[in-house]
């Protein structure tokens, strides 16, 4: 497993700096500026690259449409929100497959009420606020909360209108994702005792 996340590490890194070499070439970048659009780069291409295995893994088990929503899911959230987050490419992509199984092994499985899809819509939305509501009143902006919010929104009603037999999906996503949350907030905690705690010895 190491030699595979080192083999695509290098060839991303590689490629990444052969685009910022070109770029750089045209525009004469500073330092930073060359840095940052090499890093921008490699994030792109290892989301890039995740998503064309993962989406070529439910095309070959016919569950494109679940994939596509709970991917849709996590955009409009998770990058908003925050989450679980993987040292490397290669364990960062089994934890994502694993989400997605999960959660469409759970929501088959399960009879999802519609009560259960809107308290987990609920929730997600006192987390979006949560995240921005500080920032908002430190800049006197309440646009501030409520823009990241519109593409999550907009996503929902569009999937409830369209296609309504895959909000199941979203429901048992933003669940497992809300768990995420707390699992994070709770590392956090338990990280910060820790270190408060080792240097009052």
Do not use: W
């Amino acid at each position: 497993m190491k030699m595979i996340n080192n083999l695509v590490e290098k060839k991303i890194n590689r490629l990444s700096a052969f685009i910022t070499f070109k770029l750089n070439k045209k525009k004469n970048f500073g330092y930073i500026e060359r840095a940052k659009i090499k890093y921008a780069f490699e994030v792109i291409s290892y989301d890039l690259l995740k998503f064309i295995i993962l989406i070529s893994l439910f095309l070959l088990v016919g569950r494109v449409g679940a994939f596509f929503v709970i991917y849709l899911t996590l955009m409009t959230t998770r990058v908003q929100i925050g989450g679980m987050h993987m040292k490397t490419f290669v364990t960062c992509f089994l934890y994502t497959t694993f989400f997605f199984i999960m959660v469409i092994i759970v929501a088959d499985l399960l009879l999802v009420k519609e009560v259960l899809l809107y308290v987990a819509i609920a929730i997600e939305m006192f987390l979006f606020i949560n995240k921005n509501i500080l920032e908002a009143k430190r800049n006197r902006d309440m646009r501030i909360v409520f823009k990241p919010m519109l593409s999550f929104v907009i996503f929902i009603v569009l999937t409830m209108v369209l296609a309504p037999s895959l909000m199941k999906y979203i429901a048992i996503a933003l669940i497992y994702h809300q768990i995420e949350i707390f699992c994070v907030y709770i590392h956090k905690r338990c990280t910060k005792d820790t270190i408060i705690g080792s240097s009052e010895d």
